[in-house]
């Protein structure tokens, strides 16, 4: 069985969307094993750096301490899911709990009442606002002539586009569909799951299909499923072809290799607890961003140890005036977007952002500069977090990523984040990027 991850606006909280129903009894959450029996529940909630989990109808959020990777823990999260439902079981909650057949408290009904309009669309919610608001830069009015079909929006309109969740509508019966005349199917590498298969089997009568994606897996199932639902390839490029042809800003990377002492840590977590705290290399991120010129965008993985701290850290010693945000999980849509549109106007703006809230969605033409102040050797990832420096706007023609890397090898042993920057690098020749390494010593 396919299951699709998704970023949440809280970058310690990842989406699994599975093909079957997960909650019958409307959303719940547990934060501790010993309230359940259901195996699936206990055995995810006893994985070393899981806080709790979140049922809706048809996804499950996990949560996570700060302290944890999701590329550490979303494979044996997947495998549980897989066994689960392997084992004949249609549906992970099937009944309350046994202490909810006593009347709810007041407080415990509040509770509900906000993971039930509040909590479930903010998690469910993939952009599509701003994809909304982006209409206007192209002089059409998104309010006359697009409908949203998320966060408790209505299914019915007479608007001739409709922005929406595939969750939202995939369960429509077919007779919706029927006069729909074009798709455009974003990040089209995940139809591949069966239930996006089965909403685009419901568009018989659409005569134009278009899949946009820039994350192709490479594989040949993968391109023969996209091939039969949204027909042949038209265009292949990469982002280096595109900046050639003048599409997207010319791109200049530089990997900066801060040189540490050699010591040896005994494990990936122990590294990254050392690198986010390192005041020295705090400073250098802050002297760099303050350096800079244009609009800086600083991305960040763990918000309490090392956002946090950057943020203050540079928004203490800019000078007076000068535009420092910090954007993370827990920062409404609203107020990113007003984030955006400051930062169109400005000129030295620097926004400390964590990558699960602006590696992807946010589409800034005035940006000039991204620093990857975490590792990560994701490729989606860092392909996105690249996009968002690459748009060109009237006052940009170029633009510069600044990867972070750090080596701290012991004994001719290369350090876990330096096999990312590896791992990076690989990504970078592939694409064809052009860069530059600079070892720059960092003692204690």
Not at 59 to 87: A, M, P
Request: net charge positive; with cysteine.
């Amino acid at each position: 069985m396919f299951i699709q991850t998704q970023q949440t606006p809280n970058p310690n909280s990842l989406k699994f969307v599975t093909e079957k129903k997960v909650s019958l009894v409307g959303p719940i959450e547990f934060k501790d094993k010993s309230e359940t029996s259901v195996s699936l529940i206990k055995n995810i909630l006893s994985i070393n750096g899981v806080t709790g989990i979140f049922l809706s109808d048809d996804y499950l959020s996990v949560n996570k301490d700060t302290n944890s990777e999701w590329e550490d823990l979303k494979h044996i999260i997947i495998s549980y899911i897989n066994d689960f439902y392997d084992q004949g079981n249609e549906c992970i909650i099937s009944e309350k709990r046994s202490e909810n057949s006593e009347e709810l408290s007041n407080v415990k009904n509040t509770i509900i009442k906000i993971l039930e309009t509040k909590v479930r669309p903010a998690v469910a919610r993939d952009g599509g606002d701003i994809k909304f608001k982006d209409f206007k830069d192209y002089g059409w009015s998104p309010e006359k002539n697009v409908h949203r079909i998320y966060q408790g929006h209505g299914k019915e309109t007479t608007k001739p586009v409709i922005i929406s969740t595939w969750q939202s509508i995939y369960n429509l019966p077919k007779k919706w569909f029927r006069d729909v005349g074009m798709i455009i199917g974003d990040e089209a590498h995940l139809f591949k799951s069966m239930s996006l298969t089965k909403l685009m089997t419901k568009l018989e009568k659409t005569k134009y299909r278009v899949g946009l994606t820039g994350t192709l897996d490479g594989s040949k199932t993968n391109k023969l499923v996209l091939e039969g639902l949204f027909g042949p390839y038209e265009k292949i490029t990469n982002t280096n072809e595109l900046i050639k042809q003048g599409h997207l800003s010319r791109l200049k990377i530089k990997v900066l290799v801060l040189k540490h002492p050699h010591q040896k840590f005994e494990s990936y977590q122990d590294e990254i607890e050392y690198l986010v705290t390192h005041e020295r290399r705090n400073n250098f991120i802050k002297n760099l961003a303050l350096d800079l010129s244009g609009n800086t965008l600083i991305l960040f993985n763990y918000v309490e140890k090392h956002g946090e701290p950057l943020f203050d850290l540079i928004n203490s010693s800019a000078k007076p005036g000068r535009k420092i945000f910090f954007v993370h999980g827990g920062v409404e849509t609203e107020d990113r977007e007003n984030v955006r549109d400051i930062t169109e106007r400005e000129n030295n703006a620097i926004i400390v952002a964590s990558y699960g809230t602006f590696s992807t969605g946010i589409n800034i033409k005035n940006l000039h500069n991204v620093i990857f102040a975490s590792p990560s050797k994701s490729r989606i990832r860092n392909l996105q977090s690249i996009g968002r420096v690459l748009r060109k706007g009237d006052r940009k023609l170029k633009a510069t990523l600044y990867d972070i890397a750090d080596d701290i090898s012991y004994n001719k042993r290369k350090n876990y984040t330096l096999n990312h920057l590896i791992e990076r690098i690989k990504i970078y020749n592939q694409e064809n990027f052009n860069y530059d390494i600079v070892n720059i010593p960092l003692k204690n």
